[in-house]
């Protein structure tokens, strides 16, 4: 018996459970709480290991105040199941960066910066270390 890889899809949803918990700055406790579930519980659907089922879909909407589609925006696509060549609306790696606590924290203070000139500076600042860093 091998050991289960987690479908993407529940992968997909489970980092836009954390993103959002993250967002309203709730504990995996809280939110298990929440749910009538234990943290290790949450822990297992943000990581894709456990799938959420429709009803638990449900409430993690009603708790987390976003609609159940949230869960899916920008989800990758499923091989077969759609047009080919189809382009996901949210890369996987900016999805994967906003579910992080460092990600989060950096979108909401870039976003406060009201200077759109101070931002692209910075955007550029930020790539010229990453080409340095590259040599």
């Known amino acids: 018996m091998g050991t289960r890889v987690p479908d993407p899809i529940d ?3 489970g980092s836009r459970v954390r993103m959002r918990r993250l967002m309203l700055n709730m504990s ?5 709480n929440e749910l009538g579930i234990t943290f290790q519980q949450v822990q297992k659907y943000e990581k894709g290991t456990n799938r959420v089922s429709a009803s638990r879909l449900q409430a993690l909407s009603q708790i987390l105040q976003v609609s159940v589609q949230f869960f899916f925006e920008g989800a990758p ?3 077969g199941h759609f047009k080919k060549g189809a382009v996901s609306p949210l890369p996987a790696y900016v999805s994967d960066f906003i579910a992080t606590s460092d990600g989060l924290a950096l979108a909401k203070a870039f976003m406060l910066i009201g200077n759109a000139k101070l931002r692209r500076s ?3 600042f930020v790539e010229e270390v990453v080409r340095v860093s590259d040599r």
Not at 28 to 32: A, F, R
């Open 11 to 13: 992968r997909y949803v």
């Open 28 to 32: 995996q406790e809280k939110l298990g």
């Open 77 to 79: 696509e499923m091989t």
């Open 122 to 124: 910075l955007v550029r």
